[in-house]
C-alpha cells in the first residue's frame, strides 16, 4: 500500500538522575561526596533511505520514544546515555512540526540525517556541587524531560519526468509500455490512485525515473478530485511531459486541458511554469485524434510529440526527447524545501498570570528548573529557591501584588508564596 502523509508522536529521552553518594573507604575518614550523573537520554534521529518508497511503516505505529539516560551511580560513575532511535524514511520526506506547520527537516539525499527529538540531559550528582563552601552537598538533580512533539511527515516522490495529466489521459498505459512499472488500467476515472515510479531505458542504455501522476482536474489545487493528495509529486520532478487525449475520447477540447492542467500548476506553485515540458498527444492510433493534435500544435507554436501508449508509436522518439531535455536540466535543481531556523533570542526566564486568584508561572527555564530539582533533600529545596530568587521570580510577584499566603503554581506544583 502506498502512504505519503502520516502524523506521529516521539519522545526523546529522559535524562537520567544524578545521584547523592559519599565515599566510604577504610582509612578514607570524612570521606568527600561522590555521586555520579545521570547519563543523558537518547535522541530521535530520521535518516533518508533510497530503500524505501512509501511512509507505510508509520500507519500502524504511531508513537515513538527513545531510551531514557542510566541513573548516575557511586564512586563518581555517571550513568550511560540512552540509546538514539534511528527512523528510516523514504528520500524526498518532509519533516514538519504538526503545532506550527514549520519545515523541520527536508531529507532529499540518501542517507541525510536530522535529529527531530533531542534526548535531556543528565542530572548531576552530588560530587558537582562540592566547593569550598560547602564541603559535603548532600543533593543532586534529577534528569532533564526529553523533548516531545507530534509531527507530520510528507513524502514527495523524486523523479526525473513526471506524467500530468487528466484522468484517462493514458498515462498509465505510457508508462506501462515504456518501464516495467505495472499500474492498475481501466477505462474510469481516477484509475490511479497512487502514484506510480517506473525506470526508462534509451537506445543507448541510459536510464532515468518516470513518475505517473494521478489524474488532475480543474480546481485540483483545491483539493478538487484528488488534487491536494498528488500535487505534491510533481515539485520533485525535473522535467514534465502533460500526457494529452487528442482524440477527445471524454468529450473534452484538448488545447483547453492543456491550459486547466497548466493553471493548475501555477496556482499551486508557481515555480512549476518555469520547468522543462514537453507537450504529449496521445492516442494517435484513433483518427479524429490527428486532426485535434495539429491544432493543438498550430495553436502552442511549439513541437507536439505524437505517440500511442497502446501501440507504440512515437513512444521511441519521446523517450529519447525527454532524455536530451533532462541533459540539459542540472540534477540539482530540485531544492528542498528549506527549515525555519531559529535565531538565539533571549527569552524571558518565567511569564505570571493570575487565574482564579493562583499565580501562574510559565516559561521553558523556571520549567527546567523545576523538572531537574530534586524535591526530596532540603538542600535540594533551598538551592531552588534561592535560584528562583536569583532569577527575580520573588521580585515579579511582589510586582504583581501577590501577599502572604497565596498559591503560585508553575505546571503541576503548587507553593505557598512567604516572605
Known amino acids: 500500500m502506498f502512504v505519503d502523509q502520516a502524523k506521529i508522536y516521539l519522545k526523546g529521552g529522559d535524562g537520567g538522575n544524578g545521584i547523592v553518594a559519599f565515599r566510604r573507604e577504610k582509612y578514607v575518614p570524612m570521606g568527600g561526596p561522590a555521586g555520579g550523573d545521570g547519563g ?3 535522541n530521535i534521529v530520521f535518516q533518508a533511505d533510497e530503500g524505501l518508497r512509501t511512509l507505510m511503516d508509520f500507519r500502524y505505529r504511531r508513537h515513538f520514544k527513545a531510551e531514557r539516560g542510566a541513573h548516575g ?17 523514504p528520500v524526498g520526506t518532509v519533516i514538519r512540526d504538526d503545532d506550527n506547520d514549520e519545515v523541520i527537516a527536508d531529507l532529499t539525499v540518501n542517507g541525510q540525517e536530522v535529529v527531530v527529538a533531542k534526548g535531556g ?8 556541587f562540592l566547593s569550598s563552601v560547602n564541603r559535603a552537598p548532600s543533593f543532586s538533580e534529577n534528569g532533564e524531560l526529553g523533548e516531545e512533539r507530534w509531527i507530520r511527515l510528507e513524502l514527495k516522490l523524486l523523479a526525473d519526468a513526471g506524467l500530468v495529466g487528466y484522468p484517462n489521459a493514458g498515462k498509465s498505459t505510457l508508462i506501462a509500455r515504456i518501464s516495467a512499472a505495472r499500474p492498475k488500467i481501466a477505462d474510469y476515472p481516477f484509475t490511479t490512485l497512487v502514484p506510480n515510479l517506473g525506470v526508462v531505458q534509451t537506445r543507448n542504455n541510459d536510464s532515468f525515473v518516470v513518475a505517473d501522476i494521478p489524474g488532475l482536474i480543474e480546481g485540483a489545487h483545491q483539493g478538487a478530485g484528488l488534487g491536494h493528495e498528488f500535487l505534491r509529486h510533481v515539485e520533485r520532478t525535473r ?7 487528442a482524440a477527445q475520447t471524454e468529450g473534452r477540447d484538448v488545447l483547453e486541458d492543456y491550459r486547466v ?11 512549476l511554469l518555469n520547468r522543462p515540458f514537453i507537450v504529449v498527444a496521445n492516442k494517435m492510433d484513433i483518427p479524429e485524434a490527428l486532426e485535434n ?24 522518439e519521446l523517450i529519447e526527447k525527454t ?15 528549506a527549515p525555519v531556523v531559529r535565531r538565539y533570542q533571549a527569552e524571558e526566564p518565567f511569564i505570571i498570570s493570575l487565574v482564579n486568584e493562583v499565580y501562574e508561572v510559565s516559561g521553558y527555564r523556571i520549567e527546567k528548573l523545576l523538572n531537574m530539582t530534586n524535591f526530596n533533600s532540603d538542600e535540594g529545596l533551598q538551592r531552588f529557591q534561592k535560584t528562583i530568587k536569583k532569577m527575580g521570580l520573588e521580585a515579579a510577584l511582589k510586582a504583581k501584588g501577590i501577599k502572604q499566603g497565596d498559591t503560585v503554581r508553575i505546571k503541576d506544583m503548587e507553593f505557598d508564596f512567604t516572605e
Do not use: Y
Open 121 to 128: 540531559k543528565g542530572g548531576r550528582g552530588n560530587a558537582r
Open 261 to 271: 492542467l497548466r493553471a493548475e500548476l501555477e496556482l499551486h506553485n508557481l515555480d
Open 40 to 42: 543523558r537520554g537518547g
Open 293 to 316: 493534435a495539429a491544432r493543438l500544435q498550430q495553436e502552442l507554436e511549439m513541437e507536439v510529440c505524437m505517440i500511442s501508449g497502446v501501440t507504440g508509436q512515437g513512444v521511441d
Open 323 to 337: 532524455f536530451q531535455l533532462l541533459s540539459t536540466v542540472p540534477p540539482d535543481i530540485i531544492i528542498g524545501e
Open 73 to 89: 551511580q557511586g564512586k563518581n560513575m555517571h550513568g550511560a546515555w540512552g540509546e538514539d532511535l534511528r527512523i528510516k524514511v
Open 239 to 245: 522535467v514534465l511531459l502533460f500526457v494529452l487525449d
